[in-house]
C-alpha cells in the first residue's frame, strides 16, 4: 500500500473508532495522516470509500480474534451460538463495526460493495470445514447434503444483510433462533 494512502487508511481507522461514521470528516482524516485534502481523492473515491475498506479490515480482524478464543471442536450448537454472540458483543464495543447494525445507509453500502466478502471470509472458510467435519463424523442426518447445509447458512447471510428491513427490537435474538432452527434441522 502506497505510504500516503496507508497514513489516510490508519488515520480513517483511528477516528471511525474515536468517533463513528458521522462525526469523522474527510478533513480529519486527511488532518491526522498529514495529507492534503485533495490528495485524499487520489486513493479513495468517498468517505464511505475508505470506510468500506476499514469496515472489512476491522470485521476480519475481530472474526480473527473470535476464532482464536473459541474450541472448534467443541459441539456444534455451543460453538455456533458462542461464535455469534462473541461477533454481536465485539460489534457492539467498536464504533466501526457497530454501524453495521445502526447505520442503514452504510449497511447497505457495504452488502452492495461486498457482494463476494462472506465468501471470502475467515468465518465462512471456517464454517466450511466445520460442515465437512461435522459430515466426516457422521453428525449430520442423512438427508442434508453439504449443498443443502451450506444454502441454509447462506440464507442465513442474506437476512445479515438486509437485517435493516427486519422490524425487531432484539436482532440478536433473532439470529440465536434462526441460528438453532438451522441447526436442529443438519444435526441428529
Known sequence: MDDKKKRLFDAAHVLFLERGFKATGISDIAGLADVAVGSFYLYFKSKEDVFVQVYNRENEDIKRQILKKVNL????????????????????NNAILKEWFSNQKLNKIIAAKNETAVQDSLIYSTLMKLIDRWVSEGMVKENMSKERIISLFDAL???????????????YQLMNDMIEGILKVILK
Open 157 to 171: 447471510i442474506i437476512v445479515d444483510f438486509h437485517q435493516s428491513e427486519i422490524e425487531t427490537d432484539n436482532y
Open 73 to 92: 471442536d467443541g459441539e456444534p450448537v455451543k460453538l455456533i451460538h458462542e461464535i455469534i454472540d462473541q461477533i454481536f458483543k465485539l460489534s457492539s
